[in-house]
């Protein structure tokens, strides 16, 4: 079964650091992260062509937060410097199937908390 499946987060103050990582069952065209929080929709953070390697960032999280691949592992990272309590978020891993198709598979979820 295709899937992706996240690791990391958890909890840091103001200011500190965390990295996300996404282990992918088999290679995507695109991958990406997305965070979400209560009462909100889903929002865009960033994201990486595997073919290229081409990123894509949400002008909020440009220059503190920088995505990255292992193309030996089919795993994505997201390294996020600079955090702040905004940044407090369930984030998901996801993964496009098809170039221009949108994001079919996703993962469970990780918590990042941010404390001021």
């Known amino acids: 079964q295709v899937q992706v499946v996240e690791s990391g987060g958890g909890l840091v103050q103001a200011g500190g650091s965390l990295r996300l990582s996404c282990a992918a069952s088999?290679?995507?065209?695109?991958m990406g992260w997305f965070r979400q929080t209560p009462g909100k929709e889903r929002e865009f953070v960033a994201a990486?062509?595997?073919?290229?390697?081409?990123?894509f960032y949400a002008d909020s999280v440009k220059g503190r937060f920088t995505i990255s691949r292992d193309n030996a592992k089919n795993t994505v990272s997201l390294h996020m410097n600079s955090l702040k309590p905004e940044d407090t978020a369930v984030y998901y891993c996801?993964?496009?199937?098809?170039?221009?198709?949108?994001?079919?598979?996703w993962g469970q979820g990780a918590q990042v908390t941010v404390s001021s």
């Open positions: 996801a993964a496009k199937t098809f170039p221009t198709g949108a994001y079919d598979i």
């Open positions: 088999g290679p995507f065209s695109t």
């Open positions: 990486i062509r595997w073919g290229g390697g081409v990123t």
